[in-house]
């Protein structure tokens, strides 16, 4: 089967052929039917800060699956062969497509069982793919890291694939939330999703009383510029990782007594908190959908800042 591989940093991914992953014990094999593209992807093509994370290469990346599982391992309890399935690519003890092996941009990969989460019969598989990671790690951060709750005054960093899921997930929790966005053709998005205000800069939130804000971007001047906007005794989530390094203020960071919280991924749990949103209707993230000759295209599009929502490749294998 073809699948898009990752060789080296700073090289584009190559079109290769490939064997077709079988189930170990533990696994099952998924066929894919969707993947979505991931910021965390274009760091991987460009940064070298990421190959001691990577299993071997050449890799097939790609980390948000959604599929039906075609193969089951013989230890495998609770998933049957035909069962609608997302994958949650950091679940503690499992691995992790993509990164320690062979991900979601070919038509299809192995995956622990205990990583899969049922995909309701409401969602489609580009929902369901992009509620692996983007709306995943958005609740994560939100919920689980930054603990926000009905009332709370929220700025969020960025309105892309994560930051509008983040925001939405912000706003149905009863919060009034701030975006931060240079790319005003995506404005209107944040006004349709409830948002309060939008501004160009982080810098713009000072005076503004904000109790947390999440990063999704992560360009080292949104980290340090979050740390200075937000409330004194306030919460800074940090999970973009556009930069792989940032400088701050320390004593900002101190005199203003702030929590600095580093947000990675989530669990299968979070996973199924997001499915319920997008099934009720209330969670309903812009995605665009490409083929799978066109992920190279879609991931330079992505580091060019040239996307709206996510993009989700969708296939048939």
């Given at each position: 089967m073809k699948a898009w591989q990752f060789t080296n940093t700073h090289e584009p991914l190559v079109l290769n052929e490939v064997p077709e992953p079988t189930a ?63 994958v949650c690519p950091s679940e503690e003890g499992a691995t992790s497509p993509g990164y320690t092996h062979d991900g979601g941009y070919s038509f299809k990969c ?208």
């Open positions: 170990g014990p533990d696994d099952v094999v998924i066929d894919i039917k969707a993947a979505g593209l991931c910021h965390s992807d274009v760091g991987l093509l460009e940064d070298e800060g990421w190959l001691p994370m990577l299993g071997p290469r050449p890799l097939t990346p790609g980390h948000e699956i959604a599929g039906v599982i075609s193969a089951v391992g013989e230890d495998v309890e609770g998933w049957k062969v035909g069962d609608r399935v997302g192995a995956a622990s069982a205990k990583s899969l989460v049922a995909v309701p019969e409401s969602l489609s598989f580009e929902q369901a793919a992009a509620g692996t990671d983007a709306g995943m790690t958005s609740y994560h951060a939100v919920v689980t890291a930054g603990g926000v709750k009905e009332g709370d005054r929220v700025g969020i960093i960025g309105l892309g694939g994560l930051g509008q899921i983040g925001a939405r997930i912000a706003v149905l929790r009863g919060c009034e939330v701030h975006v931060a966005e240079p790319n005003k053709q995506v404005w209107p998005l944040g006004e349709e999703i409830g948002v309060t205000r939008i501004v160009s800069d982080v810098t713009e939130f000072a005076g503004e009383n904000l109790d947390v804000i999440i990063d999704f971007a992560g360009f080292g001047t949104t980290t340090a510029g979050a740390i200075e906007a937000v409330r004194p005794g306030g919460t800074v989530v940090q999970v973009g990782l556009g930069r792989m390094e940032a400088t701050i203020n320390t004593t900002a960071l101190v005199t203003r007594r702030i929590t600095l919280i580093g947000s990675l991924g989530g669990s299968v749990e979070d996973i199924k908190g997001v499915y319920d949103m997008l099934a009720s209707g209330e969670l309903n993230p812009t995605l665009t959908s490409i083929t799978f000759n066109e992920i190279p295209e879609g991931l330079d599009r992505l580091s060019k800042g040239d996307v709206v929502g996510r993009l989700v490749a969708t296939y048939d294998a």
